[in-house]
């Protein structure tokens, strides 16, 4: 008699649903205080030219490399949304890659502030089930909306392809107040 070792779930493709990473524009007023920055280096420097031969000047190197690695960090920080989890890849010369199946998402929360809404970009936190990563964050992403209903559509699809149920526990105490 052949015994039946298949999986009680159909195995399916992974596909890639989403793709991206976080905008610039989050850093806006940290870009804004290096410029400010770099135009008083420059203004001190000129003032300073003839004491100390434009020597002064060397110090707007300052400004630029606080830009770049801001820059170079954000840029390398990467969200893949797939039907199955998401994938964020991050590190500059340290690669991290953190995963989080989309059956252990419990809720999720878009958010648009103002800056963000005027350049078409938004957050979305995620509140999961899983142990190294309760809380994710995907700032300032674009076109945030989408990106959420297709981890709705994703995540609920996920939970039936697997028979997963979130479940909410309370706990009473002997008065009757209840404990989340």
């Not at 110090?59 to 840029?75: G, S």
Request: glycine letters at 4%; proline letters at 4%.
């Amino acid at each position: 008699m052949p015994i039946d070792d298949s999986p009680s779930t159909p195995a399916t493709a992974e596909t890639l649903l989403w793709s991206g990473h976080t905008s610039q524009w989050v850093h806006f007023w940290f870009y804004l205080l290096c410029i400010i920055l770099a135009g008083a280096i420059a203004v001190g420097a000129t003032v300073l030219a003839l004491p100390t031969g434009g020597l002064t000047y060397l110090a707007l190197i300052i400004p630029v490399i606080l830009w770049m690695v801001r820059w170079w960090v954000t840029k390398c920080t990467t969200y893949e949304l797939t039907s199955q989890r998401l994938r964020i890849r991050s590190g500059v010369l340290n690669r991290r890659v953190d995963e989080l199946e989309l059956y252990r998402v419990k809720d999720y929360a878009m958010e648009q502030p103002l800056l963000l809404r005027m350049v078409g970009l938004g957050n979305l936190t995620l509140i999961t089930s899983d142990a190294t990563n309760p809380q994710v964050a995907m700032k300032a992403i674009p076109d945030v909306e989408n990106v959420r209903e297709e981890l709705r559509t994703a995540v609920q699809n996920e939970r039936d392809r697997k028979r997963v149920r979130e479940l909410d526990v309370d706990s009473h105490d002997e008065h009757g107040t209840t404990f989340s």
